[in-house]
């Protein structure tokens, strides 16, 4: 059995995984997944700049006896600017790699009892695209650097979280520790309460950190809680995201101060499928916008973790 690489574009388009590419791919990441349920994503058009405005309370009581009351209190609004910075990607399939992956899709669906055909192997395909940028945003929202030169780096296209947390935040400096234990502990303690106590707090931290902290964790013989997410000797839960992996930081935040723009379904953004005859292959093209701006910055922890 084969497939027709002339009409695979056609039945591509038919795919029920392409409806889903833009939303799993962007907003099913490990960070804008816990953003998006918190309300800190929001939609904007690629290639604008888009204000957000957070607002800001403060509570003062007063004598209650008294007939009128003064406005002691004040209400705030901060307000800062997005770029949703625009991001297009084009594949090209050619006939010979397109066969050799069906050979492959076929013997997977056989062991599932499963009949391979065109419609299928159109949803691998764009599995497998999804997966792609699902990893590239993931690291962008928190590695992006629009100082990078590197035409082929998709790094380069927004500065990421950890490019702007470079100054400005809650100060951790004088946070020490053993080991990765002890200082995520400690940082914990450091950070106002107000903070570490919101339901929407986090210790964010990479993969590769997060398992050298489980691995002392078993080492030291410590007991680590019910739950693997739990951080030792605090209330706090871990975060963990491959964004931050090998960055050697721990970031201490709430969900509201990290704030994500994103175009995913907007009228400049499509997903295109077609064959072209000349070359043989099978063309996959497409446009989405993102832009990352953390909030309250000084509400914001950045732990440098030791080695």
């Known amino acids: 059995m084969s497939f027709n690489?002339?009409?695979?574009?056609?039945?591509?388009?038919?795919?029920?995984?392409l409806e889903k590419f833009y939303t799993e791919s962007i907003l099913s990441g490990q960070t804008l997944d816990f953003l998006s349920d918190h309300g800190?994503?929001?939609?904007?058009?690629?290639?604008?700049?888009?204000?957000?405005?957070?607002?800001?309370?403060?509570?003062?009581?007063?004598?209650?006896?008294?007939?009128?009351?003064?406005?002691l209190g004040t209400t705030d609004i901060t307000q800062a600017s997005i770029y949703v910075a625009p991001i297009g990607f084009k594949q090209a399939?050619?006939?010979?790699?397109?066969?050799?992956?069906?050979?492959?899709?076929?013997?997977?669906?056989?062991?599932?009892s499963k009949q391979m055909d065109e419609l299928l192997f159109g949803n691998a395909i764009i599995e497998d695209l999804t997966a792609l940028n699902k990893k590239d945003v993931e690291r962008l929202v928190w590695k992006g650097d629009t100082s990078i030169t590197d035409a082929n780096n998709n790094l380069r296209w927004a500065d990421g979280f950890l490019k702007q947390l470079a100054s400005g935040t809650y100060d951790l400096s004088a946070v020490t520790g053993a080991n990765i234990v002890e200082q995520i502990m400690n940082a914990y303690i450091e950070m106002p309460s107000e903070i570490t106590g919101a339901d929407d707090f986090r210790i964010w931290i990479g993969s590769k950190e997060y398992k050298k902290y489980r691995a002392i964790i078993a080492k030291t013989n410590l007991y680590a809680g019910v739950e693997p997410l739990d951080v030792f000797g605090t209330n706090a839960k871990f975060h963990v995201v491959d964004g931050l992996d090998?960055?050697?930081?721990?970031?201490?935040?709430?969900?509201?101060d990290l704030q994500v723009k994103t175009d995913y379904e907007g009228a400049d953004v499509q997903i295109e499928v077609f064959y072209v005859q000349n070359d043989d292959e099978m063309k996959v093209r497409g446009r989405f916008g993102l832009g990352m701006k953390p909030i309250f910055k000084q509400e914001i922890g950045v732990l440098n973790l030791v080695d």
């Open 93 to 112: 399939y050619s006939s010979i790699e397109l066969h050799s992956k069906f050979a492959g899709e076929v013997m997977k669906n056989k062991k599932k």
């Open 5 to 17: 690489i002339n009409t695979l574009a056609d039945r591509i388009l038919g795919s029920e995984n």
């Open 40 to 71: 800190s994503v929001t939609e904007a058009p690629l290639n604008t700049t888009s204000d957000i405005n957070l607002m800001k309370n403060t509570l003062v009581w007063q004598d209650g006896k008294i007939a009128k009351l003064a406005e």
């Open 246 to 256: 090998s960055e050697n930081k721990s970031v201490l935040a709430r969900a509201r």
